[in-house]
């Protein structure tokens, strides 16, 4: 991984022509620096933010513009008939709105009791008072949750663990993007404290009531959804922590990285004990949703214009997860990277068994957990 690690400018009193000076951060173990010059302020300044931002949004934009391509060519997953579930219990991250709300649409139409996660209070209760005006019969609610804080999600499993409620699907579907460096309330980056970090910690606590509900010939189901923008990303735990170089393109690329990453682990864990729960990721593909309300305004005018043609509806974008979470072909699997109701490759990074090792350990670490397995302090 190539990182800046350090910029200085030395400016030249006479002409204001200086020299920068940059070092290459390729492992931790492995320091280049080199010198340039003649430069002026000015380019150094253009340097900085063209190395930090626009690289990573362009190899973003490249991989949407392959994901549109695909969506060109292919039409989105036709739904075969999916088994009834009544008398299951599903919990729906961010399941409001976007394609959450269309997979708590449709799980509840199974006969699933579903519960709404997500942060935003009315937009939960508005998303409840839609679906039951739609069906009359429909089992949802809505609980809060803030993925932004460790402690919201620990009050969350709590109150839901106090029901005595069993639990047979997780779908880990919240998420942000291009948000502006902000901290969560335990202070990680954005992205990956809500996409990833959140979702962890919530899994990890919900696993034993997970465990408990499902049965050999009927899986409990963990449906993570991440993106074709993991491809990019590249797994740094400091993350968190950095002051520099932020750019929130690869901020939410290692995000959706992570998930994948978790996810393979946690199959290996499940299977290990041969528990009968699943974990499965899932790419929606591209989406015409609110997720994409921070893009830049030329990527908006771009974004308004393929839209209507090449982006997926949410119901469309949801029909994977949805898949993924009731279908019988599925039943005792785990460990698959589905796109389009397919199984397909997921970056090569992802199988790497030391680096989803590694994650494991250093994100129960973070989240306050006991590793290996993560259990609750
Ligand atoms: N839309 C796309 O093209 C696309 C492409 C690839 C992957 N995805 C993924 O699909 C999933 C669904 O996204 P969407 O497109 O429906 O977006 P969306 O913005 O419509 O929905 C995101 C949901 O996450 C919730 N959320 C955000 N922050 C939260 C927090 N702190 N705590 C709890 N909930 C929070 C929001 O309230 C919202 O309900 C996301 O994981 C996203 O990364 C989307």
Not at 44 to 73: D, R, T
Not at 331 to 357: K, M
Request: glycine share 6%; net charge positive.
């Amino acid at each position: 991984m190539l990182e800046i690690h350090r910029a200085s400018l030395k400016r030249n009193r006479v002409d204001g022509y200086g020299e920068v000076r940059v070092t290459l951060l390729y492992n931790p173990a492995t320091l280049h620096q080199w010198s340039m010059g003649p430069i002026n302020s000015s380019n150094v300044n253009e340097m900085w933010w063209f190395l930090q931002c626009i690289l990573p949004a362009l190899k973003l934009y490249l991989i949407g513009v392959k994901a549109l391509l695909y969506q060109l060519f292919n039409n989105p997953l036709a739904l075969p008939v999916l088994p009834a579930q009544n008398g299951k219990v599903a919990i729906v991250t961010g399941g409001a709105r976007g394609m959450g709300y269309e997979t708590v649409r449709h799980l509840t139409r199974l006969g699933m009791h579903v519960i709404i996660a997500s942060n935003h209070d009315n937009e939960g209760l508005t998303a409840v008072k839609r679906i039951c005006e739609e069906r009359n019969d429909a089992q949802v609610e809505f609980e809060h949750l803030d993925l932004a804080s460790l402690r919201s999600v620990r009050q969350f499993v709590k109150k839901f663990k106090h029901r005595g409620l069993p639990l047979h699907v997780l779908v880990n579907n919240a998420a942000v993007m291009l948000v502006p460096e902000t901290k969560t309330e335990e202070g990680f980056e954005q992205h990956f404290g809500i996409n990833y970090l959140g979702h962890f910690l919530l899994t990890s606590l919900l696993l034993d009531t997970l465990k408990q509900s499902g049965q050999h010939d009927s899986y409990s189901r963990i449906v993570t959804i991440s993106s074709s923008a993991h491809h990019m990303g590249q797994l740094s735990l400091k993350e968190a922590e950095r002051r520099h170089s932020y750019s929130p393109h690869a901020a939410y690329a290692h995000s959706k990285l992570a998930l994948v990453l978790f996810t393979y682990r946690l199959q290996q864990e499940l299977t290990a004990g041969g528990f009968p729960v699943t974990a499965n990721v899932v790419d929606p593909g591209m989406v015409d949703t609110a997720l994409y309300r921070h893009l830049c305004s030329p990527a908006q005018l771009a974004k308004k214009l393929v839209a209507r043609l090449l982006f997926w509806t949410a119901a469309q974008g949801a029909s994977t997860a949805i898949f993924a979470a009731t279908a019988a072909e599925l039943e005792g699997v785990g460990g698959c990277y589905l796109h389009n109701g397919r199984r397909a490759r997921s970056a090569a990074a992802s199988y790497d068994e030391a680096l989803q090792a590694h994650l494991w350990t250093q994100s129960c670490r973070l989240a306050g957990l006991l590793p290996e397995p993560c259990r609750a302090d």
